[in-house]
């Protein structure tokens, strides 16, 4: 998980700017008269072009590798007018042409692994809902069936014993009460981690019934269309960082969640003005640091850190 304030550089980034770069030397090659081309460091910078071809084929979302892609490319078809631009006209086309195959070529292999990328994503996305699917199965068979049988019996004292003192009689009404809500909230976990738990169409329920005190805006961009596996992440990136104000932000007053689309990525953020925790406070526990995991296996990213005298969380999650 990465917090505010890092570096982040991205593959798609440093391949448009390399693209960007060798075509404006390669197009005022004609107008610099150079007498000649160091052959050498033309492979270099035409391995370097390819093998950045692939990363961001691979790895970048769907229009950023398609420009970029474009991009570098063009400008690998075209690096060899720096030696040949005097040439016969034929010579010319077909020394492009033959460097514009290693271009396609690197293009198909950043696909080619791009796509065993989603077919491990969708792996471990099945596993995972295997796991939740068994977690929901024994909390209902076992967890929630002792749990209710705790309640039976604070039920069944209150009415065998009659005239108890009023403390032990105060002490089984708690009891029954928290029974009460301890099977309400299995009952919500289950459902949670069922096959059909709440998305996006849960948050506002949910931010209605967010802490009292606590103003919790919620922007979800209108018409908003998700699969139901991403979907469900966005809600539990969202109850985590709720949960997280909660336990760690006494003192904030308004929630502000953002969710929308953009570039094919679901963006999700969450942010407070409680300020004054640490970052190793904020970050320290066991959920975080799982979405955070869970995120980059499926390709995303999670980033949170202080912000504006608050706390900020931003999610990705691929659409």
């Not at 796509?115 to 994503?121: A, G």
């Not at 089984?172 to 996006?200: C, K, N, W, Y």
């Not at 799982?290 to 990705?316: I, K, N, S, Y």
Request: proline residues 4%.
């Amino acid at each position: 998980m990465k917090r505010y304030g890092e570096a982040r550089v991205t593959v798609a980034g440093v391949a448009g700017v390399a693209g960007a770069l060798s075509l404006a030397v390669t197009l005022a090659h004609p107008l610099a008269g150079w007498a000649g081309v160091n052959a050498a460091a033309l492979v270099v910078e035409v391995s370097v072009l390819l093998v950045l071809t692939v990363l961001t084929v691979r790895r970048s979302p769907a229009r950023q590798a398609a420009c970029c892609a474009a991009l570098t490319g063009s400008a690998v078809a075209l690096i060899l007018l720096r030696a040949v631009w005097q040439g016969p006209p034929p010579l010319v086309l077909g020394a492009c042409a033959a460097w514009a195959l290693g271009a396609v070529a690197a293009t198909g292999v950043g696909l080619y692994l791009r796509r065993l990328d989603d077919n491990r994503r969708r792996a471990i996305a099945e596993a995972t809902r295997a796991q939740r699917l068994g977690l929901a199965r024994d909390l209902h068979d076992f967890v929630a069936h002792d749990v209710n049988g705790m309640l039976v019996q604070a039920q069944a004292a209150q009415v065998v014993a009659g005239s108890l003192p009023e403390p032990v009689a105060d002490a089984l009404r708690r009891i029954e009460d928290a029974g009460q809500r301890a099977l309400a909230s299995l009952d919500r976990t289950v459902h949670a981690l069922g096959e059909r738990g709440p998305g996006i169409e849960g948050l506002a329920r949910l931010a209605d019934a967010f802490s009292p005190g606590v103003r919790v805006e919620l922007a979800v961009e209108p018409g908003l269309a998700a699969r139901h596996e991403v979907s469900s992440l966005a809600y539990r990136v969202v109850t985590e960082a709720l949960t997280n104000v909660r336990r760690h932000a006494p003192r904030a007053t308004s929630v502000v969640v953002e969710v929308r689309e953009e570039g094919g990525v679901l963006r999700v953020r969450v942010a407070d003005d409680g300020g004054g925790s640490s970052p190793s406070t904020r970050i320290g526990g066991f959920g975080l640091a799982g979405l955070a995991d869970l995120l980059e296996a499926r390709g995303g990213r999670l980033t949170a850190g202080p912000h504006g005298g608050g706390w900020q969380l931003d999610a990705e999650i691929p659409a």
